[in-house]
T-cell receptor, first 112, second 115 residues
Framework: AQSVTQLGSHVSVSEGALVLLRCNYS??????LFWYVQYPNQGLQLLLKYTTGATLVKGINGFEAEFKKSETSFHLTKPSAHMSDAAEYFC??????????FGTGTRLLVSP | EPEVTQTPSHQVTQMGQEVILRCVPISNHLYFYWYRQILGQKVEFLVSFYNNEISEKSEIFDDQFSVERPDGSNFTLKIRSTKLEDSAMYFC?????????????FGQGTRLTVV
């Protein structure tokens, strides 16, 4: 069965600092991996996804994530945080198509 | 930009009552989903729907739940007799055809509160 672990329910950074949100997954087959962002009172928006090919994936708003099979990880990073990045971030895994299995989410707090 | 629309944004209902949560998927999408998120917990898959039938459902999706697309536009989730533990945010999503080059688009969610 698939599962996702997101370490840290809250991560606080200063504006301009590196953002690192951790995600580890478990999957019995090569996974598809996703990061979604949820701004207050809004739905889930896809930031980026990995299916096959290049393991470093670039997404919207300057975010990127690297698929590391040996570490079963798909950590999300952004070199320089912006106040507008404050949101809830969800990592998800899929064993192909359709159903997504989500992590518990990490709330990113950005201070001036 | 096309979007998935969910109504209502917030629903309060008494335990034992039936509720219907509504979703309007993106028009050319073929796959539809319901997920839920109990406060403080992870987003959980409930059901996927394609070609007017359920293609997959989770163990959460018991006989109290049903889905349908009665008029070819709205995609609804019905809970027949709500329990306190059904209180959650319910998200609808739609996808053109699941695959490497597509993504599921999510609605803003309906917050269901059972009292």
């Amino acid at each position: 069965a698939q599962s996702v672990t997101q370490l840290g329910s809250h991560v606080s950074v200063s504006e301009g600092a590196l953002v690192l949100l951790r995600c580890n997954y478990s999957s019995s087959v090569p996974p598809y991996l996703f990061w979604y962002v949820q701004y207050p009172n809004q739905g889930l928006q896809l930031l980026l996804k990995y299916t096959t090919g290049a393991t470093l994936v670039k997404g919207i708003n300057g975010f990127e994530a690297e698929f590391k099979k040996s570490e079963t990880s798909f950590h999300l990073t952004k070199p320089s945080a912006h106040m507008s990045d404050a949101a809830e971030y969800f990592c998800a895994v899929s064993e192909g198509f359709q159903k997504l299995v989500f992590g518990t989410g990490t709330r990113l707090l950005v201070s001036p | 930009e096309p979007e998935v629309t969910q109504t209502p944004s917030h629903q309060v209902t008494q335990m034992g009552q039936e509720v219907i949560l509504r979703c309007v998927p993106i028009s050319n999408h073929l796959y539809f989903y319901w997920y839920r998120q109990i406060l403080g917990q992870k987003v959980e898959f409930l059901v996927s729907f394609y070609n007017n039938e359920i293609s997959e459902k989770s163990e959460i999706f018991d006989d109290q739940f049903s889905v349908e697309r009665p008029d070819g536009s709205n995609f609804t989730l019905k809970i027949r007799s709500t329990k306190l533990e059904d209180s959650a945010m319910y998200f609808c999503a739609s996808e053109q055809v699941p695959g490497m080059n597509t993504e599921a688009f999510f609605g803003q969610g309906t917050r269901l509160t059972v009292v």
